[in-house]
Protein backbone atom coordinates (compact mmCIF):
# COMPACT_ATOMS: atom_id res chain seq x y z
CA UNK A 1 0.00 0.00 0.00
CA UNK A 2 1.66 3.16 -0.68
CA UNK A 3 0.85 6.38 0.82
CA UNK A 4 0.28 9.19 -1.72
CA UNK A 5 -0.33 13.36 -1.54
CA UNK A 6 -3.63 14.50 -3.27
CA UNK A 7 -2.92 17.61 -5.38
CA UNK A 8 -5.27 18.88 -7.89
CA UNK A 9 -7.11 15.59 -7.82
CA UNK A 10 -3.79 13.60 -8.28
CA UNK A 11 -2.23 10.76 -5.86
CA UNK A 12 1.30 12.21 -5.88
CA UNK A 13 4.65 10.84 -4.46
CA UNK A 14 6.36 13.15 -2.12
CA UNK A 15 9.45 15.10 -2.54
CA UNK A 16 10.47 12.86 0.01
CA UNK A 17 9.12 10.07 2.21
CA UNK A 18 8.41 9.91 5.93
CA UNK A 19 8.38 7.06 8.01
CA UNK A 20 5.53 5.89 10.36
CA UNK A 21 6.16 4.26 13.57
CA UNK A 22 3.38 1.57 14.89
CA UNK A 23 3.15 2.94 18.66
CA UNK A 24 2.24 -0.54 20.03
CA UNK A 25 5.92 -1.68 18.85
CA UNK A 26 8.19 1.32 18.64
CA UNK A 27 9.11 0.07 15.25
CA UNK A 28 8.63 1.52 12.06
CA UNK A 29 5.71 0.30 10.42
CA UNK A 30 5.06 2.15 7.19
CA UNK A 31 6.24 5.17 4.79
CA UNK A 32 4.11 7.84 3.07
CA UNK A 33 4.63 10.62 1.06
CA UNK A 34 6.24 14.13 2.11
CA UNK A 35 5.60 16.95 0.87
CA UNK A 36 8.16 19.77 0.55
CA UNK A 37 7.08 23.64 -0.21
CA UNK A 38 6.63 23.49 -3.48
CA UNK A 39 4.06 20.81 -3.76
CA UNK A 40 2.32 22.99 -1.21
CA UNK A 41 1.95 25.39 -3.20
CA UNK A 42 0.82 23.53 -6.13
CA UNK A 43 -1.54 21.51 -3.45
CA UNK A 44 -2.91 25.62 -2.75
CA UNK A 45 -2.96 26.44 -6.56
CA UNK A 46 -5.02 23.89 -7.34
CA UNK A 47 -7.35 24.85 -4.38
CA UNK A 48 -7.70 28.27 -5.52
CA UNK A 49 -8.31 27.34 -8.98
CA UNK A 50 -11.15 24.88 -7.67
CA UNK A 51 -13.18 27.63 -5.87
CA UNK A 52 -15.03 29.37 -8.05
CA UNK A 53 -16.57 26.33 -9.49
CA UNK A 54 -17.68 24.35 -6.51
CA UNK A 55 -18.59 27.59 -4.55
CA UNK A 56 -21.06 28.15 -7.88
CA UNK A 57 -22.57 24.48 -7.07
CA UNK A 58 -25.71 24.55 -5.40
CA UNK A 59 -25.93 23.19 -1.73
CA UNK A 60 -27.40 19.86 -3.23
CA UNK A 61 -24.92 19.44 -5.72
CA UNK A 62 -22.19 19.52 -3.20
CA UNK A 63 -24.21 17.69 -1.07
CA UNK A 64 -24.16 14.99 -3.28
CA UNK A 65 -20.33 14.57 -3.44
CA UNK A 66 -20.12 14.73 0.41
CA UNK A 67 -22.50 11.79 0.77
CA UNK A 68 -20.90 9.89 -2.22
CA UNK A 69 -17.65 10.52 -0.13
CA UNK A 70 -19.30 9.36 2.94
CA UNK A 71 -20.42 6.05 1.15
CA UNK A 72 -17.07 5.03 -0.34
CA UNK A 73 -15.24 5.73 3.21
CA UNK A 74 -18.31 3.30 4.76
CA UNK A 75 -17.16 0.74 2.07
CA UNK A 76 -13.60 0.82 3.20
CA UNK A 77 -14.48 1.18 6.46
CA UNK A 78 -12.52 -1.84 8.21
CA UNK A 79 -9.48 -0.29 6.94
CA UNK A 80 -9.48 2.72 7.95
CA UNK A 81 -10.49 1.19 11.63
CA UNK A 82 -7.49 -1.16 11.79
CA UNK A 83 -5.10 1.39 9.78
CA UNK A 84 -5.97 4.18 12.48
CA UNK A 85 -5.27 1.59 15.26
CA UNK A 86 -1.98 1.20 13.69
CA UNK A 87 -0.98 4.74 13.30
CA UNK A 88 -2.32 6.03 16.23
CA UNK A 89 -2.60 3.12 18.91
CA UNK A 90 -6.30 3.43 20.29
CA UNK A 91 -8.08 0.24 20.70
CA UNK A 92 -10.17 -1.17 17.79
CA UNK A 93 -13.21 -0.54 18.82
CA UNK A 94 -12.57 3.15 19.53
CA UNK A 95 -10.90 3.35 15.88
CA UNK A 96 -14.16 2.06 14.87
CA UNK A 97 -16.12 4.85 17.13
CA UNK A 98 -13.90 7.46 15.45
CA UNK A 99 -14.35 6.53 11.96
CA UNK A 100 -18.46 5.72 12.20
CA UNK A 101 -17.89 9.32 13.84
CA UNK A 102 -16.50 10.82 10.69
CA UNK A 103 -18.47 8.97 8.39
CA UNK A 104 -21.84 10.70 10.12
CA UNK A 105 -19.85 13.90 10.14
CA UNK A 106 -19.85 14.20 6.68
CA UNK A 107 -23.46 13.43 6.08
CA UNK A 108 -24.31 15.77 8.70
CA UNK A 109 -22.69 18.75 7.72
CA UNK A 110 -23.14 17.58 4.08
CA UNK A 111 -26.79 17.97 4.37
CA UNK A 112 -26.50 21.34 6.77
CA UNK A 113 -26.89 24.49 4.99
CA UNK A 114 -26.89 27.96 5.71
CA UNK A 115 -29.87 29.79 4.11
CA UNK A 116 -30.11 33.38 3.02
CA UNK A 117 -31.89 35.21 5.98
CA UNK A 118 -34.28 38.12 5.90
CA UNK A 119 -33.28 40.23 8.67
CA UNK A 120 -35.85 42.66 7.72
CA UNK A 121 -38.31 43.00 5.21
CA UNK A 122 -40.75 46.50 5.34
CA UNK A 123 -42.56 48.32 2.66
CA UNK A 124 -38.95 50.37 2.11
CA UNK A 125 -36.45 47.88 2.48
CA UNK A 126 -35.14 44.84 2.60
CA UNK A 127 -32.04 43.38 4.20
CA UNK A 128 -30.36 40.40 4.17
CA UNK A 129 -27.81 38.18 5.37
CA UNK A 130 -26.05 36.07 2.65
CA UNK A 131 -23.48 33.28 3.89
CA UNK A 132 -20.72 33.16 1.65
CA UNK A 133 -17.50 30.36 1.79
CA UNK A 134 -14.32 32.09 2.55
CA UNK A 135 -11.67 30.62 -0.14
CA UNK A 136 -9.24 28.02 0.80
CA UNK A 137 -9.19 27.16 4.44
CA UNK A 138 -6.42 24.89 5.58
CA UNK A 139 -7.25 22.05 8.55
CA UNK A 140 -4.65 21.58 10.20
CA UNK A 141 -4.75 18.19 12.62
CA UNK A 142 -3.43 16.35 15.68
CA UNK A 143 -2.45 13.03 16.50
CA UNK A 144 -4.85 12.08 18.86
CA UNK A 145 -7.88 11.57 16.84
CA UNK A 146 -6.35 12.18 13.46
CA UNK A 147 -9.70 11.29 11.54
CA UNK A 148 -12.76 12.84 13.31
CA UNK A 149 -10.89 16.13 13.92
CA UNK A 150 -10.24 16.55 10.44
CA UNK A 151 -14.01 15.70 9.32
CA UNK A 152 -15.43 18.08 11.64
CA UNK A 153 -13.39 20.69 9.56
CA UNK A 154 -13.50 18.87 6.01
CA UNK A 155 -17.34 18.21 6.05
CA UNK A 156 -18.87 22.00 7.11
CA UNK A 157 -16.11 23.68 4.97
CA UNK A 158 -16.57 21.95 1.78
CA UNK A 159 -20.25 21.84 2.43
CA UNK A 160 -20.97 25.61 2.32
CA UNK A 161 -18.65 25.57 -0.81
CA UNK A 162 -14.64 26.34 0.25
CA UNK A 163 -11.80 24.46 -0.88
CA UNK A 164 -9.52 22.45 1.26
CA UNK A 165 -5.47 21.86 2.25
CA UNK A 166 -5.27 18.70 4.66
CA UNK A 167 -2.37 18.40 6.82
CA UNK A 168 -2.88 16.09 9.19
CA UNK A 169 0.08 15.12 12.10
CA UNK A 170 3.54 13.82 10.86
CA UNK A 171 2.99 11.20 13.59
CA UNK A 172 -0.62 9.99 12.44
CA UNK A 173 -0.97 10.84 8.04
CA UNK A 174 -1.82 7.40 7.18
CA UNK A 175 -5.39 7.62 7.26
CA UNK A 176 -5.18 11.24 6.37
CA UNK A 177 -3.66 9.51 3.11
CA UNK A 178 -6.30 7.09 2.69
CA UNK A 179 -8.95 9.53 2.91
CA UNK A 180 -7.25 11.35 -0.36
CA UNK A 181 -6.71 8.04 -2.12
CA UNK A 182 -10.69 7.76 -1.41
CA UNK A 183 -11.70 11.19 -2.44
CA UNK A 184 -9.42 11.43 -5.84
CA UNK A 185 -12.42 9.40 -7.60
CA UNK A 186 -15.06 11.38 -6.36
CA UNK A 187 -14.43 15.11 -5.88
CA UNK A 188 -13.45 17.75 -8.75
CA UNK A 189 -9.87 18.14 -8.96
CA UNK A 190 -8.22 20.56 -6.33
CA UNK A 191 -11.61 20.77 -4.04
CA UNK A 192 -9.94 18.58 -1.13
CA UNK A 193 -5.56 18.06 -1.35
CA UNK A 194 -3.82 16.26 0.97
CA UNK A 195 0.11 17.51 1.96
CA UNK A 196 1.58 16.14 4.63
CA UNK A 197 4.74 17.11 6.11
CA UNK A 198 7.83 16.58 9.38
CA UNK A 199 6.51 19.36 10.99
CA UNK A 200 8.18 21.75 9.08
CA UNK A 201 4.86 23.16 6.71
CA UNK A 202 2.58 24.76 9.31
CA UNK A 203 4.02 28.09 8.73
CA UNK A 204 4.23 28.06 4.89
CA UNK A 205 0.50 27.45 5.29
CA UNK A 206 -0.37 29.53 7.75
CA UNK A 207 1.46 32.87 6.41
CA UNK A 208 -0.32 31.76 2.86
CA UNK A 209 -1.80 34.73 1.03
CA UNK A 210 -4.13 32.43 -0.69
CA UNK A 211 -5.57 30.60 2.41
CA UNK A 212 -8.53 32.85 3.48
CA UNK A 213 -8.95 30.42 6.79
CA UNK A 214 -6.93 28.26 9.14
CA UNK A 215 -8.60 25.97 11.22
CA UNK A 216 -6.65 24.33 14.04
CA UNK A 217 -6.96 21.54 16.68
CA UNK A 218 -3.53 20.76 18.62
CA UNK A 219 -1.52 22.93 21.46
CA UNK A 220 -1.38 25.50 23.09
CA UNK A 221 1.98 26.55 22.17
CA UNK A 222 1.56 26.07 18.47
CA UNK A 223 -1.83 27.43 18.35
CA UNK A 224 -0.70 30.51 19.46
CA UNK A 225 2.25 30.38 16.61
CA UNK A 226 -0.41 29.77 14.18
CA UNK A 227 -2.37 32.88 15.21
CA UNK A 228 0.75 35.09 15.08
CA UNK A 229 1.58 33.70 11.80
CA UNK A 230 -2.19 34.45 10.29
CA UNK A 231 -2.18 37.49 10.81
CA UNK A 232 0.06 38.99 8.54
CA UNK A 233 -2.93 38.17 5.94
CA UNK A 234 -5.50 38.67 8.31
CA UNK A 235 -6.58 35.42 8.10
CA UNK A 236 -9.81 33.33 10.09
CA UNK A 237 -8.64 31.65 12.66
CA UNK A 238 -10.14 28.93 14.80
CA UNK A 239 -8.10 27.27 17.30
CA UNK A 240 -9.09 23.99 19.29
CA UNK A 241 -6.14 23.90 21.68
CA UNK A 242 -5.30 22.00 25.16
CA UNK A 243 -7.46 21.76 27.74
CA UNK A 244 -6.87 20.58 31.93
CA UNK A 245 -10.49 19.92 32.82
CA UNK A 246 -12.25 19.04 35.94
CA UNK A 247 -13.89 16.24 37.20
CA UNK A 248 -15.42 17.78 40.28
CA UNK A 249 -17.71 15.02 42.61
CA UNK A 250 -20.18 16.06 44.64
CA UNK A 251 -20.69 14.93 48.11
CA UNK A 252 -24.29 12.93 47.39
CA UNK A 253 -23.06 10.65 44.98
CA UNK A 254 -21.76 7.13 45.63
CA UNK A 255 -18.24 6.30 44.70
CA UNK A 256 -18.69 2.90 43.37
CA UNK A 257 -21.29 4.31 40.98
CA UNK A 258 -19.19 7.53 39.76
CA UNK A 259 -15.58 6.33 39.70
CA UNK A 260 -16.22 3.92 36.30
CA UNK A 261 -17.41 7.09 34.66
CA UNK A 262 -14.80 9.60 35.59
CA UNK A 263 -12.28 7.41 35.17
CA UNK A 264 -13.51 6.30 31.85
CA UNK A 265 -13.45 10.02 31.21
CA UNK A 266 -9.66 10.85 31.73
CA UNK A 267 -8.47 7.07 30.27
CA UNK A 268 -10.25 7.27 26.94
CA UNK A 269 -8.04 7.13 24.32
CA UNK A 270 -4.93 6.63 26.32
CA UNK A 271 -5.95 10.40 28.20
CA UNK A 272 -4.91 11.75 24.78
CA UNK A 273 -8.27 13.68 24.79
CA UNK A 274 -8.10 17.86 24.75
CA UNK A 275 -11.62 17.60 26.88
CA UNK A 276 -10.76 14.46 28.52
CA UNK A 277 -11.02 14.77 32.59
CA UNK A 278 -7.03 15.78 33.86
CA UNK A 279 -7.83 16.75 37.60
CA UNK A 280 -10.47 15.08 39.67
CA UNK A 281 -11.68 17.03 42.62
CA UNK A 282 -13.56 15.10 45.81
CA UNK A 283 -15.20 15.73 48.90
CA UNK A 284 -12.31 15.15 51.63
CA UNK A 285 -14.62 12.44 53.33
CA UNK A 286 -14.82 10.32 50.28
CA UNK A 287 -11.04 10.93 49.31
CA UNK A 288 -9.77 7.40 50.40
CA UNK A 289 -12.17 5.66 49.12
CA UNK A 290 -12.12 6.86 45.64
CA UNK A 291 -8.51 7.34 45.20
CA UNK A 292 -8.25 3.56 45.81
CA UNK A 293 -11.75 2.91 43.72
CA UNK A 294 -10.03 4.10 40.85
CA UNK A 295 -6.80 2.61 41.41
CA UNK A 296 -8.85 -0.37 41.37
CA UNK A 297 -9.98 -0.07 38.28
CA UNK A 298 -7.09 1.22 36.43
CA UNK A 299 -5.48 -1.96 37.50
CA UNK A 300 -7.81 -3.94 36.00
CA UNK A 301 -8.21 -1.87 32.66
CA UNK A 302 -6.66 -4.42 30.12
CA UNK A 303 -3.44 -2.40 28.59
CA UNK A 304 -1.99 -3.95 24.81
CA UNK A 305 -1.76 -3.57 21.27
CA UNK A 306 -5.05 -2.17 20.46
CA UNK A 307 -5.24 -4.47 18.07
CA UNK A 308 -5.69 -7.17 20.59
CA UNK A 309 -9.53 -7.84 21.80
CA UNK A 310 -10.60 -6.66 24.78
CA UNK A 311 -8.48 -3.82 25.21
CA UNK A 312 -9.20 -0.75 26.89
CA UNK A 313 -6.18 1.45 26.94
CA UNK A 314 -3.36 1.49 24.04
CA UNK A 315 -0.19 2.86 23.87
CA UNK A 316 0.86 6.16 23.98
CA UNK A 317 1.21 7.47 20.14
CA UNK A 318 4.40 8.99 20.38
CA UNK A 319 7.91 8.19 21.86
CA UNK A 320 7.95 12.67 22.97
CA UNK A 321 4.28 12.48 24.37
CA UNK A 322 5.38 9.45 26.47
CA UNK A 323 8.35 10.71 27.69
CA UNK A 324 6.71 13.32 28.47
CA UNK A 325 3.57 11.57 30.63
CA UNK A 326 6.64 9.59 32.51
CA UNK A 327 8.67 12.72 33.23
CA UNK A 328 5.05 14.55 35.00
CA UNK A 329 4.93 10.85 37.04
CA UNK A 330 8.43 10.97 38.02
CA UNK A 331 7.90 14.80 39.13
CA UNK A 332 4.66 13.81 41.01
CA UNK A 333 6.26 11.01 42.50
CA UNK A 334 8.87 13.77 44.91
CA UNK A 335 5.66 15.71 45.95
CA UNK A 336 2.26 12.85 45.70
CA UNK A 337 1.78 9.70 46.35
CA UNK A 338 2.02 7.50 42.46
CA UNK A 339 -0.72 4.64 43.74
CA UNK A 340 0.54 1.26 43.03
CA UNK A 341 0.83 -0.28 39.36
CA UNK A 342 1.45 2.86 37.78
CA UNK A 343 3.88 4.31 35.83
CA UNK A 344 5.66 2.85 32.42
CA UNK A 345 4.73 -0.99 31.19
CA UNK A 346 8.04 -3.13 30.92
CA UNK A 347 7.67 -3.87 27.13
CA UNK A 348 8.37 -2.17 23.59
CA UNK A 349 6.19 0.53 22.61
CA UNK A 350 5.07 3.65 23.93
CA UNK A 351 2.35 1.66 27.23
CA UNK A 352 2.08 3.56 30.19
CA UNK A 353 -0.09 1.58 32.55
CA UNK A 354 -3.25 3.66 34.07
CA UNK A 355 -1.98 5.47 37.19
CA UNK A 356 -3.63 7.46 39.56
CA UNK A 357 -1.51 9.63 41.68
CA UNK A 358 -2.84 11.05 45.27
CA UNK A 359 -1.78 13.86 47.60
CA UNK A 360 -0.40 16.19 45.42
CA UNK A 361 -0.21 20.26 46.13
CA UNK A 362 -1.79 22.44 43.62
CA UNK A 363 0.93 23.59 42.37
CA UNK A 364 2.77 20.41 41.42
CA UNK A 365 3.41 20.16 37.46
CA UNK A 366 0.51 17.27 37.02
CA UNK A 367 -2.29 19.86 38.52
CA UNK A 368 -1.18 22.63 36.54
CA UNK A 369 0.00 21.22 33.26
CA UNK A 370 -2.12 19.65 30.45
CA UNK A 371 -0.64 15.71 31.43
CA UNK A 372 -2.63 14.33 28.08
CA UNK A 373 -1.67 10.39 28.70
CA UNK A 374 -2.78 7.88 31.00
CA UNK A 375 -2.37 9.24 34.51
CA UNK A 376 -4.80 11.37 36.81
CA UNK A 377 -4.05 13.73 39.52
CA UNK A 378 -7.29 12.73 42.11
CA UNK A 379 -7.62 15.95 44.67
CA UNK A 380 -9.12 16.50 47.82
CA UNK A 381 -11.57 19.60 48.48
CA UNK A 382 -13.34 21.04 51.65
CA UNK A 383 -16.03 23.60 50.25
CA UNK A 384 -17.79 23.87 47.06
CA UNK A 385 -16.13 27.41 47.02
CA UNK A 386 -12.94 26.24 47.83
CA UNK A 387 -13.22 23.42 44.10
CA UNK A 388 -14.40 25.99 41.84
CA UNK A 389 -11.91 28.57 43.01
CA UNK A 390 -9.10 25.74 41.85
CA UNK A 391 -11.14 24.78 38.79
CA UNK A 392 -10.93 28.05 37.72
CA UNK A 393 -7.17 29.00 38.44
CA UNK A 394 -5.98 27.95 35.21
CA UNK A 395 -4.85 29.30 32.22
CA UNK A 396 -7.24 26.43 30.17
CA UNK A 397 -11.11 26.94 30.05
CA UNK A 398 -12.04 23.51 27.39
CA UNK A 399 -14.90 21.04 29.50
CA UNK A 400 -15.19 20.34 32.96
CA UNK A 401 -17.81 17.83 34.49
CA UNK A 402 -19.69 17.67 38.29
CA UNK A 403 -21.10 14.70 39.41
CA UNK A 404 -24.08 14.52 41.71
CA UNK A 405 -27.11 12.79 42.29
CA UNK A 406 -28.82 16.03 42.18
CA UNK A 407 -28.74 17.46 38.63
CA UNK A 408 -30.59 20.82 39.60
CA UNK A 409 -27.40 21.16 42.08
CA UNK A 410 -25.19 20.24 39.36
CA UNK A 411 -26.25 22.39 37.27
CA UNK A 412 -25.69 25.96 39.73
CA UNK A 413 -22.58 24.80 40.11
CA UNK A 414 -21.43 24.32 36.46
CA UNK A 415 -22.85 27.80 35.73
CA UNK A 416 -20.04 29.16 37.93
CA UNK A 417 -17.07 27.02 36.07
CA UNK A 418 -14.83 28.75 33.61
CA UNK A 419 -14.99 27.14 30.26
CA UNK A 420 -16.65 26.45 26.89
CA UNK A 421 -18.39 23.31 28.05
CA UNK A 422 -19.19 22.03 31.50
CA UNK A 423 -21.30 18.51 31.51
CA UNK A 424 -23.03 17.28 34.18
CA UNK A 425 -23.51 13.73 34.89
CA UNK A 426 -21.27 13.02 32.03
CA UNK A 427 -18.25 13.96 29.83
CA UNK A 428 -17.06 13.70 26.27
CA UNK A 429 -20.36 13.67 24.86
CA UNK A 430 -20.47 16.01 21.89
CA UNK A 431 -23.54 16.11 19.42
CA UNK A 432 -23.13 17.36 15.94
CA UNK A 433 -25.31 20.04 16.54
CA UNK A 434 -23.98 21.60 19.82
CA UNK A 435 -20.88 24.24 19.26
CA UNK A 436 -17.60 23.41 21.41
CA UNK A 437 -14.69 25.62 21.68
CA UNK A 438 -12.46 27.07 24.22
CA UNK A 439 -12.88 29.80 26.58
CA UNK A 440 -9.19 31.43 27.67
CA UNK A 441 -6.32 29.78 26.10
CA UNK A 442 -7.96 27.06 25.37
CA UNK A 443 -9.26 28.10 21.55
CA UNK A 444 -10.99 30.98 19.59
CA UNK A 445 -14.46 30.32 17.97
CA UNK A 446 -16.17 27.49 17.59
CA UNK A 447 -16.19 24.26 15.86
CA UNK A 448 -20.15 22.46 15.29
CA UNK A 449 -23.36 23.19 15.33
CA UNK A 450 -24.42 26.69 13.46
CA UNK A 451 -22.48 28.28 14.90
CA UNK A 452 -19.17 25.91 13.93
CA UNK A 453 -20.75 25.59 10.41
CA UNK A 454 -20.77 29.89 10.01
CA UNK A 455 -16.89 30.30 10.86
CA UNK A 456 -16.24 28.73 7.46
CA UNK A 457 -18.45 31.54 5.75
CA UNK A 458 -18.15 35.33 5.59
CA UNK A 459 -21.38 36.95 6.66
CA UNK A 460 -22.69 39.66 3.41
CA UNK A 461 -25.47 42.28 4.47
CA UNK A 462 -27.84 42.91 1.74
CA UNK A 463 -29.52 46.04 2.14
CA UNK A 464 -32.48 46.60 -0.66
CA UNK A 465 -34.41 50.24 -0.99
CA UNK A 466 -37.29 48.87 -2.27
CA UNK A 467 -38.20 52.26 -3.82
CA UNK A 468 -36.72 52.87 -7.64
CA UNK A 469 -33.84 54.94 -7.51
CA UNK A 470 -34.59 58.47 -8.05
P1 LIG B 1 2.14 18.36 19.53
O1 LIG B 1 2.90 19.48 20.16
O2 LIG B 1 1.41 17.57 20.49
O3 LIG B 1 2.92 17.52 18.54
P2 LIG B 1 1.01 20.36 17.79
O4 LIG B 1 -0.01 21.24 18.35
O5 LIG B 1 2.39 20.92 17.63
O6 LIG B 1 1.02 19.04 18.65
O7 LIG B 1 0.55 19.76 16.38
C1 LIG B 1 -0.73 19.91 15.86
C2 LIG B 1 -0.61 20.14 14.37
O8 LIG B 1 0.04 21.39 14.14
C3 LIG B 1 0.21 19.10 13.61
O9 LIG B 1 -0.42 18.84 12.37
C4 LIG B 1 1.54 19.81 13.43
O10 LIG B 1 2.28 19.33 12.32
C5 LIG B 1 1.08 21.23 13.18
N1 LIG B 1 2.11 22.26 13.39
C6 LIG B 1 3.30 22.16 14.03
N2 LIG B 1 3.94 23.35 14.01
C7 LIG B 1 3.15 24.22 13.34
C8 LIG B 1 3.25 25.62 12.99
N3 LIG B 1 4.28 26.37 13.34
N4 LIG B 1 2.22 26.18 12.32
C9 LIG B 1 1.12 25.46 11.99
N5 LIG B 1 0.99 24.14 12.29
C10 LIG B 1 1.98 23.52 12.94
Redesign the pocket.
Given at each position: MSYRLLIDGKLTDGASTLDVIDPATGKVFASCARADEAQLNAAIAAAKKAFPAWSALTHAQRKAYIDRLADAMQARQAEFCELLTREQGKPLDQAGFEIGGAIAALRYFGALELPLETIRDTAGERILEQRTPLGVVAA????NFPVILLMMKLAPALSVGNTLIA????STPLTTALLGEVAATILPPGVLNVII?A?DL??A??RHPDIAKVS????T???K??ME?AAGTLKRVTLELGGNDVAIILDDIEVKDVAPKVFAASMVNAGQVCMAAKRIYAPRAMYDALCEELNWLARAAKVDNGLAAGVQIGPVQNK??YDKVLALIEDARSKGKVMDGGGAVDRDGYFIAPTIVRDLPDDARLVKEEQFGPVIPVLAYDTIDDVIARANDSEYGLGGSIWTSNPERGQEIAMRIQSGTVWVNKHLDMPFDIPFGGAKQSGIGREQGVEGMKEFTQSKIINVAKNKAA
Open positions: ITPWKPAPDNGAITFTGSGTGRVSAQ
